[in-house]
């Protein structure tokens, strides 16, 4: 049974920060990339940063600089750290694990992060 569990969410104020962790079970977790995407109130889930098993990044505009991806395949683990945070990074965060072949997505239950002003 896969399982991916994110935690690290919650509130904070404008200019802070928060780090996402998403540990996954049931996968050969070295063999996905791995990803951290959101959904804002009101509006579609979008991409955050994604990394390959590899460990290539790739982040969305509206986070390069702030939001820093990386993973510990060693404990099947995705982090998201995220600084610098604004209020429009409100929603909640979802892990993502991508699998190339078969083609497949996993996803976490997601956990909100909540940025006051």
């Known amino acids: 049974q896969v399982q991916l569990v994110e935690s690290g969410g919650g509130l904070v104020q404008a200019g802070g920060s928060l780090r996402l962790s998403c540990a996954a079970s049931?996968?050969?977790?070295?063999?996905?990339?791995m990803g951290w995407y959101r959904q804002p109130p009101g509006k579609q889930r979008e991409l955050v940063a994604t990394?390959?098993?590899?460990?290539?990044?790739n982040y969305a505009d509206f986070v390069k600089g702030r939001f820093t991806i990386s993973r510990d395949n060693a404990k099947n683990t995705v982090y998201l750290q995220m600084n610098s945070l604004k209020p429009e990074d409100t929603a909640v965060y979802y892990c993502n694990a991508d699998r190339v072949w078969p083609p497949y997505q996993y996803w976490g239950q997601g956990t909100q992060v909540t940025v006051s002003s």
């Open positions: 990394i390959t098993s590899g460990g290539s990044t």
């Open positions: 049931g996968i050969v977790f070295s063999g996905y990339a």
